[in-house]
Each structure stands twice: as structure tokens, then as C-alpha cells.
């Protein structure tokens, strides 16, 4: 997982301002991403037993908690059960 996040990183967001980072809580994986120096939140992945087969939960600033039922954002679609998918959902929705 970590080695997913840091070539992500490098390969998508290359200038080295803005990353991803992975916070591991139990069975799941809190995606945060600093933007030019502002770190924040971005999605929670849930560990379902494949690693291609993670479920999903956007970061909601409205509520401030993480939604697994919301589909209804930039990206959505990008949210594919895989880490890469979760962090291009998460450009998509908080673009940086």
C-alpha cells in the first residue's frame, strides 16, 4: 500500500507539492493529501481482504465525517476498489 501511495506521488503528482499520505487505523486506510503545505483529508479505505477490492468513503467537509454512500461527486467513478483509483477519485473531487 505504501509503495502504491509514494510511486503515485511520483508519478502523478510529480512536482513534489502536493502528496498523498497513508494513515493506517485497523482495517482501515486514511488517505490524506497536503497541498502546498495544507494537509487535509481525503477518503477512507476499508480493507475487505484483496487489496484490489478496497471499499470506499469520501471525506465530507460539510459533516466532517467520511461517507461510504456518497457516489454523488467529481470522480466517483474513479473509485474502483483499488488505491490508485481512491487517490484519482480524490483529485477529482478535491482537486489540488
Same mark, same amino acid.
Given at each position: 500500500?505504501? #509503495?502504491? +501511495?509514494?510511486?503515485?506521488?511520483?508519478?502523478?503528482?510529480?512536482?513534489?507539492?502536493?502528496?498523498? #499520505? &497513508?494513515k493506517f487505523?485497523?482495517?482501515?486506510?486514511?488517505?490524506?493529501? @497536503?497541498?502546498?503545505? /495544507?494537509?487535509?483529508?481525503?477518503?477512507?479505505?476499508?480493507?475487505?481482504?484483496?487489496?484490489?477490492?478496497? &471499499?470506499? %468513503?469520501?471525506?465530507?467537509?460539510? @459533516?466532517?465525517t467520511y461517507?461510504? =454512500? #456518497?457516489?454523488?461527486?467529481?470522480? /466517483?467513478?474513479? &473509485? =474502483?476498489?483499488? +488505491? #490508485?483509483?481512491?487517490?484519482? &477519485?480524490?483529485?477529482? %473531487?478535491?482537486? %489540488?
Amino acid at each position: 500500500m505504501e #509503495e502504491t +501511495v509514494r510511486r503515485f506521488n511520483g508519478d502523478t503528482l510529480s512536482l513534489g507539492e502536493c502528496y498523498y #499520505e &497513508a494513515k493506517f487505523t485497523g482495517s482501515h486506510c486514511y488517505l490524506q493529501r @497536503s497541498d502546498y503545505g /495544507s494537509m487535509g483529508p481525503i477518503c477512507r479505505l476499508t480493507y475487505t481482504g484483496k487489496m484490489n477490492e478496497w &471499499a470506499f %468513503a469520501i471525506f465530507k467537509w460539510s @459533516s466532517g465525517t467520511y461517507d461510504p =454512500d #456518497e457516489w454523488m461527486f467529481p470522480g /466517483s467513478e474513479l &473509485a =474502483d476498489g483499488t +488505491v #490508485e483509483g481512491a487517490m484519482m &477519485a480524490g483529485l477529482e %473531487a478535491y482537486p %489540488a
